[in-house]
């Protein structure tokens, strides 16, 4: 009696948890991840970037992780195989299947459906099975190349319908080409990913617009090569037994590889070829090039950009500063892949460049400049005879008179070597030294003023106080504002001033004066004239002078004969001579002060130069001078009102 009690306890036990166990089945079962396989599954294929030709030979697509459907039914695994163009194709695939209901013993599938890519069978049995594919290439029975095997498809047969509570719908690539070249790609695969995972009905395909793309009962998707190009939506539906239905869609673009773009004028387009996936790109396996072109009328087009063994991330072109002119441009890209038979190529596009009216900030700046120490014949933009110890002070207006901000902004400002910062004020703040910066370079200085955000219709004001330092020689300097900072886009933004300029001096007056030279002298001289040398007569000067004074009071030149001309070999021996300056017709004598030159008040005194009866000339005082090297000393005098 203990016994029969004991046996129905346990009966009545197993039967409780069958039922429990069928009503939670999501609850109470979970996927298997690691399926036993018969043969290790073979890498699946590659394609340069998802749309070149198959890099790498194998299965593009694979069967099912898991099927889960309910006795009587049909049941559907598909696959593909592909190759690289480099394969034996007088080799033809074989396909063979294996089952296994436990994992480790595995027998052939039913010779009526075994044979082909695709498993079609009604199953007899309630339980799980695992099948793989084996797929061979031969010649004639006889000679076996490359074989592939499939990932581990399980199934599961119910005995009861599961219903789908709802269900997700993937692609295997959302963008396809519509064009008929076995560069691209054109075709994917949807599948469905149902809740609960082992609901038993099978998912229906649709597509919302069939002249753009197609699908198939296994959730092929063809993309047209018409060169249409939109979106698509595509729906997979499950109609469960219990008279529900639940579906989901997924959108997917068809295109011809590009994008059209619109920018502003002074701004840079993009364009970029879509669809590439860098994940599956085989670096071993092969080149690819991209050419880009630009159509530059009916019947042309120029190539602006050729790359080869880039990263999907590099195949792009960017245009260089857009022009109102650039307006409706065509741009086209041909990839182009090397193969060991010659090269395969595609070209892409195009892709439309409407370039609208600039819309960039429009930073305004106003420039003046003034000598705080002289200020004398200047203006707002140009000083003149700024010396050492001026004090020259810049004052800058930027008025941002647009509808965009402008972030990370900056002046420079040339300034002369060795000019010394005194102060900077923005508005009436006077800046940190850590607010600006002094970078020098052969010719100059770069003064730079951080001023952060310039937002749009924000006036700013700068006022720069500076002293001139170390100014040897007369020199004209040309500086001009630019402001530089980044738009709301990030790009750099430029914005020039008007030009300012500073006429520096040193504020003394130079000269330098040659020797004089006369023509030769005879035993027996009969002309007591003698006449300078060409190289002391006009064009040449005697005399340069380099007059930079600032405030030119009157100036006179005197000239002095200080002593006899001496033979320079015997100094006791004198030449009866004596220098005359000739002033037209008339001459006065040198061994008095003579004057040879003078300005008026605010005059430049000028080079000296003579033509060659004017001026200093020998007089001999007889006929029968000693031959030989003279010279006296001559006395050159500036004398003002001063000194």
Do not use: C
């Not at 190539?303 to 500063?321: C, G, H, I, P, W």
């Not at 002060?593 to 003078?598: A, C, D, G, H, R």
């Amino acid at each position: 009696m203990k016994i029969k009690l004991l046996i129905s306890f346990i009966i009545i036990f197993t039967t409780a948890f069958f039922l429990i166990t069928n009503e939670q089945t999501i609850i109470a079962e979970t996927e298997e991840s690691n399926p036993p396989y018969k043969f290790k599954p073979s890498p699946d294929a590659k394609r340069f970037w998802d749309i070149g030709p198959i890099t790498t030979s194998g299965y593009t697509e694979q069967p099912k992780e898991h099927y889960y459907i309910i006795l009587g039914e049909k049941l559907h695994i598909e696959t593909n195989v592909e190759r690289t163009p480099l394969s034996n194709f007088f080799l033809v695939p074989q396909y063979h299947w294996w089952q296994s209901t436990d994992g480790i013993t595995w027998t052939d599938v039913n010779k009526k459906t075994n044979g082909n890519s695709s498993l079609d069978f009604i199953p007899t049995t309630i339980g799980k099975t695992y099948y793989q594919l084996r797929t061979s290439y031969v010649l004639s029975h006889v000679y076996t190349g490359s074989i592939f095997y499939s990932k581990v498809a399980t199934v599961d047969v119910e005995r009861e319908p599961v219903s789908a509570k709802e269900v997700k719908v993937h692609t295997r690539a959302d963008y396809l080409f519509n064009i008929d070249s076995n560069i691209t790609r054109g075709t994917t695969f949807a599948y469905s990913s149902p809740t609960p995972f082992n609901a038993t009905e099978s998912t229906k395909w649709s597509v919302d617009k069939p002249d753009l793309a197609t699908i198939n009962e296994d959730g092929r998707i063809f993309a047209n090569t018409k060169g249409k190009s939109g979106i698509v939506k595509v729906t997979g539906t499950i109609s469960n037994k219990d008279d529900t239905v639940v579906s989901d869609s997924k959108e997917i673009t068809i295109g011809n590889g590009l994008v059209d773009r619109t920018a502003h004028e002074g701004k840079k387009a993009r364009f970029e070829i879509q669809g590439l996936n860098n994940d599956t790109r085989d670096d071993e396996s092969g080149d690819i090039t991209i050419n880009w072109y630009k159509q530059v009328d009916s019947q042309h087009m120029k190539l602006v950009k050729s790359e080869t063994n880039l990263a999907s991330n590099d195949a792009f072109y960017e245009t260089q500063k857009l022009r109102l002119e650039d307006d409706n441009s065509k741009y086209y890209a041909e990839i182009v892949v090397k193969q060991a038979k010659g090269n395969n190529s595609v070209l892409i596009g195009p892709a439309t460049l409407n370039v609208l009216p600039p819309n960039d900030p429009k930073v305004e700046i106003s420039a003046t400049i003034t000598n705080g120490t002289f200020d004398t014949s200047n203006t707002e933009n140009q000083l003149n005879d700024v010396t050492n110890g001026d004090w020259i002070n810049y004052s800058i207006d930027l008025y941002n008179n647009s509808q965009r901000d402008v972030h990370d902004s900056y002046v420079t400002l040339p300034l002369h070597l060795d000019t010394q910062i005194e102060s900077i004020k923005i508005g009436s703040t006077e800046i940190d030294n850590s607010d600006y910066s002094l970078s020098t370079n052969e010719k100059n200085q770069i003064l730079r003023i951080n001023l952060n955000n310039l937002d749009m219709h924000q006036e700013k004001t700068l006022f720069i106080a500076t002293t001139v330092k170390n100014i040897n020689d007369r020199e004209s300097f040309d500086s001009q504002i630019d402001f530089h900072g980044l738009d709301p886009d990030s790009d750099e933004y430029t914005s020039q001033g008007n030009r300012l300029n500073i006429n520096y001096i040193n504020n003394q007056l130079t000269a330098s004066i040659k020797d004089l030279h006369f023509e030769p002298i005879t035993l027996f001289n009969h002309n007591n004239l003698k006449y300078r040398i060409s190289a002391n007569n006009d064009p040449n000067e005697v005399i340069s002078i380099d007059d930079q004074r600032r405030k030119r009071r009157p100036l006179k030149l005197f000239l002095k004969q200080e002593s006899d001309f001496e033979n320079k070999d015997n100094k006791s021996i004198k030449l009866p001579a004596d220098l005359r300056y000739y002033d037209g017709d008339s001459f006065t004598s040198l061994t008095n002060k003579t004057l040879i030159n003078e300005t008026t008040y605010g005059q430049i005194f000028n080079s000296i130069k003579w033509h060659k009866d004017q001026g200093p000339l020998l007089h001999i005082n007889n006929s029968n001078p000693i031959p030989g090297n003279y010279s006296s000393k001559l006395t050159w005098q500036f004398e003002d009102s001063v000194t």
